[in-house]
């Protein structure tokens, strides 16, 4: 199991660091060099995807896989209405069939695998501990 530390370094400025020391600038919306926290569930979500389907992506198409994920939510809404994720690869040099398989075990492999995109469709509890 693997925790995220975020520790305030200034005013609306956070850094987020793993047990394995990567880190992360995090603050508001508008802030220079930083993630807000809603930009990085959404490089959570689309990394999640991309990490779970590059091998199946790599092998059959080579490099140049990206993902994207979308902030979908009405203006001022403080909840977002879906995550969309949306990978893209170059699929010219597959014929249609091998096409199909590819997505068909890119999907499963996400459905299965991926435990962002799994845990934000479960929309577990985050309880909250104060001092």
């Given at each position: 199991m693997s925790n995220v530390e975020v520790r305030r370094v200034g005013q609306h400025e956070f850094v987020a660091t793993n047990d394995r020391g990567a880190s992360v600038r995090v603050g508001r919306k508008g802030a220079e060099g930083s993630f807000t926290p809603v930009e990085l569930l959404l490089a959570a979500a689309a990394g999640c995807a991309a990490v779970t389907a590059e091998t199946?992506?790599?092998?059959?198409?080579?490099?140049?896989?990206?993902?994207?994920?979308?902030?979908?939510?009405?203006?001022?809404?403080?909840?977002?209405?879906?995550?969309?994720?949306?990978?893209?690869?170059?699929?010219?040099?597959?014929?249609?069939?091998?096409?199909?398989?590819?997505?068909?075990?890119?999907?499963?492999?996400?459905?299965?695998?991926?435990?962002?995109?799994?845990?934000?469709?479960?929309?577990?509890?985050?309880?909250?501990?104060?001092?």
């Amino acid at each position: 199991m693997s925790n995220v530390e975020v520790r305030r370094v200034g005013q609306h400025e956070f850094v987020a660091t793993n047990d394995r020391g990567a880190s992360v600038r995090v603050g508001r919306k508008g802030a220079e060099g930083s993630f807000t926290p809603v930009e990085l569930l959404l490089a959570a979500a689309a990394g999640c995807a991309a990490v779970t389907a590059e091998t199946l992506i790599t092998r059959r198409v080579g490099d140049g896989l990206t993902a994207l994920a979308d902030d979908v939510r009405p203006e001022g809404a403080h909840e977002l209405d879906a995550v969309p994720v949306t990978l893209d690869y170059d699929v010219s040099s597959l014929t249609r069939e091998q096409r199909e398989a590819l997505e068909v075990a890119v999907r499963r492999a996400i459905d299965q695998l991926c435990t962002v995109t799994r845990t934000l469709k479960k929309a577990p509890p985050t309880p909250l501990t104060l001092p």
